[in-house]
């Protein structure tokens, strides 16, 4: 399809419990990028992908989260044990290469997740 | 490491022209971004610009001087529709990921 598909929109969580969140780009795009956006509208990378392969993760916290991109599946972004300060939106985008050129990326409407 | 600046708020009238400044300092910097936000959706795309000078698309112009490490974003007729935030985000060479401002909240008034 035509626009990045993240589900779900809305996802609560206990403390401690696990998150997982998903993401179709583009049909075509080689890219997929993770950002997490938290309140005052500050935007973190998290992690890229080109294909199933891992391009740059130096923005994910290691010890908890994880990230995949199987072929024929759409991407997943997960969070053990989640903690409060995860509260945020996760936004998934999708390029058809690494340099974004007049495009930019593509991004889906995010999945709002709060840790309570 | 990289730092982008831009204001926190912004007000201006409706039929207006409102211009919104980034400032940036990065190394291997490789071109710039502007991303219209509003409340609770995704952001979408406005321009682009890698080399100096003024791109302008319809009634959004954005600005980009790589010397100076400055870029605007210059929105022509105001409309109430325009009320978002404007994101401004470096795209550097060999990471080929985007570092965001913080977001310029414009509100635009009667």
């Known amino acids: 399809g035509e626009e990045v598909a993240q589900t779900p929109k809305h996802l609560v969580r206990g403390e401690g419990q696990k998150a997982k969140l998903y993401c179709a780009p583009i049909?075509?795009?080689?890219?997929v990028f993770w950002y997490q956006q938290v309140l005052k509208n500050e935007f973190k990378f998290l992690i890229s992908?080109?294909?199933?392969?891992?391009?740059?993760e130096t923005g994910m916290p290691k010890e908890r989260f994880s990230a995949k991109c199987l072929p024929n599946s759409p991407c997943s972004l997960e969070i053990q044990a989640t903690k409060l300060e995860d509260s945020a939106v996760y936004f998934c985008?999708?390029?058809?290469?690494?340099?974004?050129?007049?495009?930019?990326?593509?991004f889906g409407s995010g999945t709002r997740l709060t840790v309570v | 490491g990289q730092n982008i600046d831009q204001p926190t708020e912004m007000t201006a009238t409706e039929g207006a022209i409102v211009q919104i400044n980034c400032t940036y300092q990065?190394?291997?910097?490789?071109?710039l971004f502007w991303y219209q936000q509003h409340a609770g959706e995704a952001p979408t795309f406005l321009s682009y610009?890698?080399?100096?000078g003024l791109e302008e698309k319809g009634r959004f112009s954005s600005f980009l001087s790589r010397s100076k490490g400055y870029s605007y974003l210059l929105l022509k007729e105001l409309q109430m529709k325009d009320s978002a935030s404007y994101l401004c985000?470096?795209?550097?060479?060999?990471?080929?990921?985007?570092?965001f401002g913080k977001g310029t909240k414009l509100s635009v008034i009667p």
């Open positions: 985008a999708s390029s058809q290469s690494e340099r974004t050129g007049q495009a930019g990326y593509t």
């Open positions: 049909k075509g795009h080689s890219y």
């Open positions: 992908f080109q294909n199933e392969n891992v391009f740059d």
């Open positions: 990065t190394s291997g910097f490789n071109g």
């Open positions: 610009n890698v080399l100096d």
């Open positions: 985000a470096v795209y550097r060479a060999g990471s080929y990921q985007l570092t």
